[in-house]
Each structure stands twice: as structure tokens, then as C-alpha cells.
């Protein structure tokens, strides 16, 4: 009996988006980011040797047509690989007017968003006050922090201390269609957070904002440091998912990472978390035990999070050779009949100015099937193709491409 494994390697782009143009960096057109491609031209020219040194190295996935996938989406070389591909390979192109996480995720799980997101002024204050009323009432502070768009560890350290003296919430956004409320996990409490941002998302969802992202914070001011006890709470898919008909059909849906938070747990049978290295361990367990006819859905999004966001050119590179070297253990660990299929939801080019996500076409891989060249699909398709793996009707407009 057949498996599937989604495998989402957060931000990893291609390059070539065809309407790149339309999408920004402050007032700087995402046209031209390529986030392998820059990466991999960086470490070939020895601007990434910080913990590595050379050319990118990532030979398992790169065998299954990595490089030749990047090539297709955008015309780009990618130094130091180029292996003939033995896998399932092409490049993806995204439908949805957004380059953030739900709207990748969910349009690979076959749902494109069918509105537009709410996005806050990149203004000081960003956040109306009525809103602010609403987060202080809710927790029961007299005030809030922040009330901005900026990057996590910057804004924690500027208000660090006064939200451990007064316990007044951080309240900020990003380019992404976002609400973000850091708190203290011992001061202010995490459960207290996590309250907040579920009781504050229904007003935020209503106004078809994303995300509520909770993000916990534990130390002292100077020496702080986030925790893995981040959660989003975010809107609803507009439709069933690729998740919900593999579980309509009998089938459980395993989730690794930020999966159950992304789909609000519609259609999650059970979840994992933690860090990447910890999460890769969670899917080798799955890859040995789970069940027939089953769906497991990962995220790993530290090369987003941690590399693409702080601008970390060889930190990102770092982590691509992590990566990949798990992946040779995945892999070995797969059964006859097994599909993986390893893909990305935006872009986010480390060598691009600015911090948010750039608009790109993602790599399309995949093992179990041979070699097979698919070439440009529409992320929809993904959720079609896993979907006739698994024996289970599609609903939405993608198309196998088996």
C-alpha cells in the first residue's frame, strides 16, 4: 500500500516567479531573487565560508534533480552541483497573490486564496488603536509595545525590559499579512500568550489577516533568547485541503512542524514540534512507522526563520547541507511504494535587500517514482498528484502529473 510525504523546506525558492515585479522588498521589485541560485553562486565565490567553506554541497537532493529544477524555473546555473537527475523533478509557480505561508501551503495542499490578505501600513503606529485597546483588555495590561512592522529579534530587544517591568505585550507585523505578540514565557506567562493570541485572532481573522503568531521569549534583557514554543493561529482554508481528503478517505494526515497551525488542525490526525533537528528525527519516525494510505505533511522553517529573514547568506547554506545530509537518512529509511515529495512555499533570497519573503517558483522533487522530468506545474498540482498516490479523489483545480 502507497504513502506519501510532503516535505515544505520553508522559503527555499527558484527564482523565475513571472510576476515577481508585482512584489516588493521595501520599494525594490522581487524580480531577479533566486534563492538557491544566490546562494549557491555566493559559496562558489567564497562569500559564505562562515562554518562551511566551499562550493554548496547537497548531493541527495541534487540527485534527484535539484539544480536541474532551479534551471527550469529560472534560467539559473547553480555552481558546484548540476547532477543528472534520477528523481521526480520540475519547478513550481504559485497562483495565489502572496508570497507567506498559508498561501503557499494551502495551494500546495490544492486550495488557492481566493481573497485578498490584509496588510498593515508600514507606518509608526502600524496597528489601529482600537485594536490595541482590545490585546491590553484581553491579557489585562494597562498598555502595549511595539505597534510596528519590524523583524523578531530587534523589536524584542528594544522593549525587553520594559515588558518585563510593566507586562505590557509586543505587539508587531511584517510585509506578511501577520499580527505578532511577543511575551516573556516566565513574567508574563505562556499560556497567558498563547490565550491572548487565540482570543485576539477572530477580530484579526475577520479583517482577513493571516496569522496570529504567538512568540515566546524566555532570559533577561541583552541575553534573550526565542523559544520553540511559537504558535500560529491561523484563518481557516477556504475549502477542504488536501489534508481533508486524505482523511475523508480513511487515511491519517501526520503533521511535522507548524503543518497543524497553518491548517488550523482541519484535516491533522496528530502533531510534532520543535526545532529542525529535532523535527527531522519526528519524520524518521514516521518514515518507519506510519501507517498505509497515510499523508505525512512537514515544515521545516529554520531556513526561513533563522537564514533568510536576518539576510544569513552562509547560515542558510549551512542549513541547506544539514539538510541534505538527512535527507540521505530519510530515504534509506523508505519503503517500496513510498512517494516523498520535497517542494518549498515562497522565497526569501538571503543575498536580496531587505527581510521579508521574495516572490519565486519553488523546486518540484520527488523519490518512489524514477526518474521523471514534469516540468513547470502550478503548486495546486502537487496536492492532485499526492492525492492519486494515496487513491483519493481530488477536489480542487490541480492536476497529477503522474
Known amino acids: 500500500m502507497a504513502r506519501a510525504f ?15 515585479g508585482s512584489f516588493f522588498n521595501g520599494s525594490l ?15 562558489a565565490a567564497g562569500r559564505a565560508d562562515v562554518g562551511r567553506g566551499g562550493p554548496l554541497r547537497m548531493p541527495n537532493l541534487d540527485g534527484l534533480g535539484l539544480s536541474a529544477a532551479v534551471t527550469l524555473a529560472s534560467g539559473a546555473d547553480m555552481p558546484g552541483l548540476g547532477a543528472v537527475p534520477l528523481g521526480l523533478w520540475g519547478a513550481a509557480t504559485e497562483q495565489s497573490k502572496g508570497k507567506d505561508t498559508p498561501s503557499g501551503h494551502w495551494e500546495l495542499a490544492g486550495v488557492p486564496v481566493p481573497w485578498e490578505w490584509h496588510y498593515f501600513p508600514n507606518t509608526q503606529p502600524a496597528f489601529p488603536q482600537d485594536l490595541m485597546d482590545e490585546v491590553a483588555r484581553l491579557c489585562g495590561a494597562e498598555g502595549t509595545l511595539g505597534n510596528c512592522h519590524a ?10 525590559a520594559e515588558h518585563m517591568r510593566t507586562g505590557w505585550p509586543i505587539c508587531y507585523t511584517s510585509a506578511d499579512s501577520v499580527f505578532q505578540i ?15 493570541c487565540q482570543d485576539i485572532a477572530p477580530r484579526l481573522h475577520a479583517m482577513k489577516v493571516g496569522r496570529v503568531i504567538a512568540r515566546p521569549f524566555t ?19 477556504p475549502a477542504s485541503t488536501l489534508c481533508d481528503w486524505v482523511q475523508a478517505a480513511g487515511g491519517k494526515v501526520h503533521a511535522v512542524g507548524k503543518i497543524g497551525d497553518i491548517f488550523s488542525m482541519r484535516g491533522i490526525s496528530d502533531v510534532k514540534k520543535g526545532a529542525d533537528i529535532d523535527l527531522f528525527e519526528h519524520l524518521m519516525d514516521y518514515a518507519g ?30 542549513a541547506l547541507e544539514w539538510f541534505d545530509a538527512q535527507v540521505g537518512r530519510f530515504l534509506a529509511r523508505l519503503r517500496p511504494g513510498d512517494l516523498a515529495m520535497f517542494t518549498a512555499d515562497h522565497g526569501n533570497d538571503p543575498t536580496w535587500p531587505g527581510t521579508d519573503h521574495t516572490r519565486e517558483r519553488v523546486p518540484v522533487l520527488g523519490w518512489g517514482l524514477g ?32
Open 6 to 20: 510532503l516535505i515544505v523546506m520553508d522559503s527555499v525558492g527558484a527564482g523565475g516567479a513571472p510576476d515577481a
Open 29 to 43: 521589485p522581487d524580480t531577479g531573487a533566486n534563492t538557491l541560485a544566490h546562494i549557491a553562486q555566493a559559496c
Open 151 to 160: 523583524s523578531g529579534v530587534p523589536i524584542i530587544e528594544a522593549h525587553c
Open 182 to 196: 511577543a511575551c516573556h514565557e516566565e513574567t508574563f506567562g505562556l499560556e497567558r500568550l498563547l490565550r491572548l
Open 219 to 237: 532570559g533577561q534583557p541583552g541575553n534573550f533568547r526565542r523559544t520553540t514554543n511559537r504558535h500560529d493561529y491561523a484563518i481557516d482554508p
Open 289 to 318: 512507522q506510519s501507517e498505509d494510505s497515510s499523508l505525512t505533511f512537514a515544515n521545516f522553517v529554520e531556513f526561513d526563520s533563522l537564514f533568510g529573514h536576518p539576510r544569513d547568506v552562509a547560515g542558510y547554506a549551512r
Open 371 to 402: 526518474e521523471k522530468a514534469v516540468g513547470l506545474v502550478a503548486f495546486v498540482d502537487v496536492a492532485a498528484t499526492i492525492a492519486e498516490h494515496l487513491g483519493v479523489p481530488p477536489q480542487g483545480p490541480g492536476r497529477s502529473f503522474l
